[in-house]
């Protein structure tokens, strides 16, 4: 018993620990897209985070993201807009979710600066698309902060239909808050 006490101590010293579990929480979070709407940047927010996050800097093979953000919190600070965005664009009461999961989690070659690479899968409308971005994570306590950014074409999702009055492209920059568990 004591020699299988011995092996089990010397594995965990010698091997890295296993990822750490976070929630990711909205205080101190944001989720944050840019459109062109008659050609001018407009954007808003979504709120509502939840899901799990698993991560460890020293093993980030062990990482993974689940997170989502809720439809119908979509927030333009234009009432009317956000409502025809909630029913028209997003169908949220069928579609309540925007998820992100990651397949993979690597470093980077600015990994002593906190950066890494997220490749995954973003699923909206039900229309599953494979993406990937450079992220920057901030130890903040026991918590970390995540940040990253990318774009998206809203048609590929089925976001609306084809206009010539209202852009494609969609930059999101996400700002994550992920409190220990």
């Given at each position: 018993?004591?020699?299988?006490?011995?092996?089990?101590?010397?594995?965990?010293?010698?091997?890295?620990?296993?990822?750490?579990?976070?929630?990711?929480?909205?205080?101190?979070?944001?989720?944050?897209?840019?459109?062109?709407?008659?050609?001018?940047?407009?954007?808003?927010?979504?709120?509502?985070?939840?899901?799990?996050?698993?991560?460890?800097?020293?093993?980030?093979?062990?990482?993974?993201?689940?997170?989502?953000?809720?439809?119908?919190?979509?927030?333009?600070?234009?009432?009317?807009?956000?409502?025809?965005?909630?029913?028209?664009?997003?169908?949220?009461?069928?579609?309540?979710?925007i998820r992100l999961?990651?397949?993979?989690?690597?470093?980077?070659?600015?990994?002593?600066?906190?950066y890494y690479y997220?490749?995954?899968?973003?699923?909206?409308?039900?229309?599953?698309?494979?993406?990937?971005?450079?992220?920057?994570?901030?130890?903040?306590?026991?918590?970390?902060?995540?940040?990253?950014?990318?774009?998206?074409?809203?048609?590929?999702?089925?976001?609306?239909?084809?206009?010539?009055?209202?852009?494609?492209?969609?930059?999101?920059?996400?700002?994550?808050?992920?409190?220990?568990?």
């Amino acid at each position: 018993m004591k020699g299988n006490l011995f092996v089990l101590l010397l594995i965990s010293f010698y091997y890295p620990s296993s990822a750490q579990r976070y929630k990711p929480v909205d205080e101190g979070s944001k989720v944050h897209f840019v459109i062109k709407n008659f050609g001018i940047s407009t954007g808003g927010d979504l709120q509502k985070l939840d899901g799990e996050i698993l991560f460890n800097p020293q093993s980030i093979s062990q990482s993974f993201f689940n997170v989502t953000v809720k439809s119908s919190t979509i927030d333009t600070d234009n009432s009317s807009r956000d409502e025809s965005l909630r029913q028209d664009y997003f169908e949220s009461a069928k579609y309540p979710d925007i998820r992100l999961v990651s397949t993979k989690v690597q470093n980077t070659n600015k990994t002593s600066d906190g950066y890494y690479y997220f490749t995954g899968k973003l699923i909206m409308k039900n229309v599953t698309k494979e993406i990937s971005f450079p992220f920057k994570a901030e130890k903040a306590g026991e918590n970390w902060l995540f940040t990253g950014e990318f774009d998206i074409n809203r048609l590929d999702y089925g976001v609306g239909e084809s206009s010539s009055i209202l852009g494609n492209k969609v930059h999101i920059s996400l700002k994550v808050q992920a409190k220990k568990q």
